[in-house]
């Protein structure tokens, strides 16, 4: 029998180990038997309306908001209540800004800011009585993206693809485009899309709509593609040689986006040329190549989604009408009523919304109650805002859940954030309770420790 040093025994297996767990975590096989079982959408498409819309000048009719319009708010509202900033003032109800009228064989209601969407009153169901725990802007982001107030948590994005893959491997499996246009159009951080504790390959990455389609992405010049192709493998063979040794799993990270850098070299230039769409695709989206708008970036969506794309995800920014609130929703509802309808219709001509799951919302909703000094505006509001999902195995013209009679409490068939989180995974394939990843001590979750539940009534 050869002798063998006990430490290097030690030494040697603990790297064949750590090197196997290594792997077991980027390839997020975390013995979760995914899918759990068969999943009616493949994909997400989420559209963020950034700043929070009205859910009262959109979705919420409320008869009752216009007989006390200019009337003080109840108190048996408000008392005790977190407002944004409108807290201690006099607070007066501000009855509805826009008429509603019923659309489609479902008798939808939707108001007048939102003609396109009227059109596909029978694809969409509107859920009226969603909840959220964060009242300003950048918390409810990060509440809505991973179901949390604690900033560095992983996104929603990157925990479908951390649990699903993608099923391309040309383009990153979570992309992320943003638009503005509005009132006060405020940034939204990179860390919405982040990993958080995931392997970083699940992270988002965010997509130019104009100019170059991603930074970075594009050779210096003089470095022809050969090159560029040479100086990875060489990266590769180091890192490679580093990993055997060290077993970090950042160093796989590190491998992998130098290989999806190198193969986005030749597959995102001409994704993101939308000029060779027809023009008829073109007019029905409002879009042109390059101009950076929301109407483009539902286009790009589209293709995205058509080329293996898991999780997409837009933000519009300049919905925060805290004032001068008719004015801002006409530019708002104008830049992307139409694109968002064109979307859903252009998914369900080519037979994709069947398992293209698409959701449109906010972070949050608005008050009943008047805010500003010129043209009437709404607050942030918490207790009670509407968002709407279709496609992907969900059941369209229906409604559900109701908030109170003034639109400030969701009393009906309440949805809470996590909630939307577990019907969305419910919808791919995956138990929310089961889903989780080892971080801590503690198999983490997307719908924490709370119990969320699916809600069925959405499903078709």
């Known amino acids: 029998m050869n002798p063998f040093n006990r430490r290097t025994f030690l030494g040697q297996t603990g790297i064949s180990l750590g090197s196997a767990a290594a ?39 409320k008869p009752t908001l216009d007989e006390l319009n200019g009337k003080p708010m109840p108190e048996s509202f408000t008392k005790g209540q977190p407002i944004a900033q409108l807290q201690g003032q006099a607070l007066k109800v501000l009855g509805h800004l826009a008429d509603f009228k019923r ?10 800011y939102l003609p396109h969407t009227a059109k596909i009153a029978d694809d969409i169901a509107i859920v009226r009585s969603m909840v959220t725990e964060q009242i300003n802007h950048d918390p409810a982001h990060t509440f809505m993206n991973t179901g949390t107030a604690i900033s560095g948590r ?31 159009p405020q940034p939204i951080a990179s860390r919405q899309w982040s990993a958080g504790f995931l392997p970083g390959r699940f992270q988002g990455v965010e997509f130019n709509s104009s100019g ?23 990266i590769r063979k180091l890192d490679q040689q580093r990993n055997a040794q060290v077993a970090n799993p950042d160093i796989d990270t590190r491998l992998s986006a130098y290989e999806m850098a190198f193969r986005m070299q030749t597959s995102v ?11 008829h695709v073109l007019d029905a989206y409002g879009a042109q190549p390059g101009d950076g708008t929301y109407a483009s970036n539902c286009l790009l969506a589209r293709r995205l989604a058509e080329r293996g794309v ?5 933000y519009h920014r300049g919905w925060d009408h805290h004032g001068d609130l008719q004015k801002y929703m006409d530019i708002c509802c104008g830049l992307t009523d139409k694109p968002t309808a064109a979307l859903i219709n252009d998914l369900k001509e080519r037979g994709m919304l069947e398992d293209t799951l698409v959701i449109w919302g906010g972070e949050f909703g608005r008050t009943p109650m008047f805010q500003g000094k010129g043209g009437p505006g709404r607050d942030h509001h918490i207790k009670g805002f509407s968002m709407w999902m279709a496609g992907g195995g969900v059941k369209g013209g229906i409604s559900h859940g109701e908030t109170d009679e ?16 577990a019907t969305m995974l419910h919808l791919l394939g995956i138990d929310s309770s089961r889903f989780s990843f080892p971080f801590q001590g503690l198999g983490m979750r997307l719908t924490g420790v709370e119990p969320a539940k699916v809600v069925h009534e959405l499903i078709a």
């Open 406 to 421: 003034l639109g400030y409490n969701a009393v009906q068939d309440v949805v809470h954030v996590r909630d939307l989180h």
């Open 23 to 61: 792997s077991t975590l980027a390839s997020g096989a975390i013995s979760n038997d995914i899918p759990h079982f068969a999943a009616k959408a493949k994909r997400v498409i989420f559209l963020c309306m950034a700043g929070g819309p009205s859910h009262l000048e959109t979705f919420d009719y």
């Open 103 to 112: 659309y489609g064989n479902s008798g939808q209601q939707i108001s007048d």
């Open 212 to 234: 170059d389609p991603v930074d970075y992405v594009s050779n210096p010049k003089g470095v022809s593609a050969n090159q560029q192709s040479a100086l990875v493998d060489a």
């Open 269 to 279: 230039p001409g994704l993101m040329d939308i000029s060779s769409e027809p023009q």
């Open 310 to 314: 898991r999780f997409i995800q837009l």
């Open 154 to 184: 992983p996104s929603m994005g990157s925990w479908v693809t951390y649990g699903l893959g993608a099923e391309t491997e040309d383009l990153p499996g979570f992309v992320v485009l943003t638009s503005q246009g509005g009132r006060n």
